[in-house]
């Protein structure tokens, strides 16, 4: 199953379902109006194919020539280039030699090495139902593979600091947390297996040298997510059976501020 068909397939997934946290109304409007995808998007997508399905890169993909397009011949090159490569996605060189320097990065660190080149299966759909509501998920793992005798899920991750303190945060901020405890969850349920599958973040700096990082995802915080991943498909459910998709103030009920706790650290030196 191509990414395409994939994102045709009926079923939520994580990246949607996690918009229900900020609201349901914000939910209900990206899934409605999808957002054109970035330069950053369509950068991480050739990375994602390059690491996860080498053989389909230049299937897919073709590096632009370096030639001055404000030139007659320039553009003639270029014209010829893009008649060759109809239907690919085209990326220049200067992208392409970022994307190879990260990917020489990777193979340098074994564990990361093993995790992603290794044995194992690449980009792997899977469909389940969730037995409370009967809402249809899915969910396109990047990585599956048995590691210390155990079944792992496998997810590549680009950052801008994969140090373990400041990626941990982003797996916090980011919902990454929910996506192990969905994932998890989904493809114990589609195996019909008694145990949760391991999960592991392959962690790589988009900035040079392109450090890598491999962090596992601990029991305390894969519960987590899987308490937050049912808390959100449930709410879903609810707005979904009735259609209403409400905002930040509900009830004509204000909000109630509160003291972040970075401040409250601060108040509470000041008084000692």
Known sequence: MNEREYNEAEGIR????????????????????????????????????????????????????????????????????????????????????????????????????????GKGQAEVPIFWTDKATGEKCKARMDRIVTY??????????????????????????????????????????????????????VAQEKKPPYSVNVIEVSEEVMNAGIAKFHSLLEKYHACNAIDEWPGYVQDNIPNDSFVPGWMMSEMEDEFE
């Open 148 to 201: 210390r005798r155990k079944k792992y899920i496998v997810d590549y991750k680009t950052t801008l600091a994969a140090d373990t303190f400041r990626f941990n945060t982003e797996i916090w901020k980011r919902g990454y947390f929910m996506q192990a405890g969905m994932y998890a969850e989904g493809l114990k349920t589609a195996l019909k297996k008694r145990k949760l599958p391991g999960f592991l973040f």
């Open 14 to 117: 994580r990246s949607d379902l996690w918009k229900m946290e900020e609201s349901p109304e914000r939910f209900k409007y990206f899934l409605d109006n999808p957002p054109e995808q970035t330069p950053a998007m369509a950068f991480g997508s050739a990375v994602h194919t390059l690491f996860l399905e080498t053989r389909k890169m230049w299937d897919e993909y073709a590096v632009a020539p370096q030639v001055d397009r404000r030139t007659k011949d320039g553009r003639a090159a270029y014209e010829e280039f893009c008649r060759e490569n109809e239907g690919k996605q085209i990326i220049s060189q200067d992208d392409y030699d970022v994307m190879y320097e990260m990917f020489s990065a990777v193979k340098k660190c074994p564990l990361a090495k093993k995790l992603i080149f």
